[in-house]
């Protein structure tokens, strides 16, 4: 599902105790946006065949942001070890991130929507980004069509760029994708992995009409429902 990292660039280790490792990190792993690195960003991809409704979150925050949160842990834990500290702050990033994406499916609230990405770059980060990953999967819903509705919550007072993509097989079509007109006005931004697909073909949207994006899928066979 995820591409391979296709750039060489050092990375951190899986949240180290200090700051100090940003220039000791050792990967072969790059991603991000190509704006200002103070910004976070968030690319959706939401995917449907025959078997399977998948949908995508992933999700960059700035690192010195991250690093800050971090300190803050470590403070709040200073009896647990390195191992705890850091399986503990990736638990505590990965479900801030959850409760910060709402899915609905045919008009229903998905509860419980999230699990962490299976993917050995889940929660590392470099001198840029640290990168979080979460996805939703289940069965393909039975009926002539299916509407999703995500929203997001992230970060609500601050800038933040996304990009989505939606993709259809096994006998479905994308009928409706809210995102597809505001990123085709939306700014050219380079993407690096692991990438959601090369995600909407690099083009990336601040609007705040991206936090809420609705996708309908729909029997190959049906009519469209703008004809």
């Given at each position: 599902?995820?591409?391979?990292l ?8 899986r ?8 220039a ?156 597809a ?19 909407a ?8 009409a ?5 996708v ?12």
């Amino acid at each position: 599902m995820l591409n391979s990292l296709p750039r060489a660039r050092r990375f951190l280790p899986r949240l180290l105790a200090t700051a100090l490792c940003l220039a000791l990190g050792a990967s072969t792993a790059a991603w991000g946006h190509s704006f200002e690195r103070s910004f976070a960003s968030a690319r959706y991809a939401e995917r449907l065949d025959d078997q399977t409704l998948e949908v995508l979150v992933v999700v960059e925050l700035p690192s010195l942001d991250v690093l800050g949160d971090f300190r803050r842990y470590l403070r709040d834990h200073p009896k647990a070890s390195d191992a705890e500290n850091n399986e503990g702050f990736l638990k505590q990033q990965l479900d801030l991130i959850s409760s910060s994406f709402d899915l609905s499916i045919n008009g229903q609230v998905v509860d419980a929507a999230w699990q962490p990405v299976e993917h050995a770059a889940n929660g590392l980060g470099n001198t840029d980004f640290f990168i979080y990953m979460i996805e939703h999967r289940r069965p393909t819903p039975e009926g002539p069509s299916v509407e999703l509705e995500l929203e997001n919550r992230l970060n609500p007072a601050k800038v933040v760029f996304m990009t989505s993509r939606a993709e259809a097989s096994g006998g479905w079509r994308v009928d409706e994708d809210s995102a597809a007109p505001l990123l085709a006005d939306g700014m050219e931004g380079e993407v690096v992995g692991p990438d959601v697909e090369e995600a909407a073909s690099g083009k990336w949207s601040s609007s705040e009409a991206m936090r809420q994006v609705r996708v309908v899928f729909a029997r190959a066979h049906q009519a469209s429902s703008r004809e």
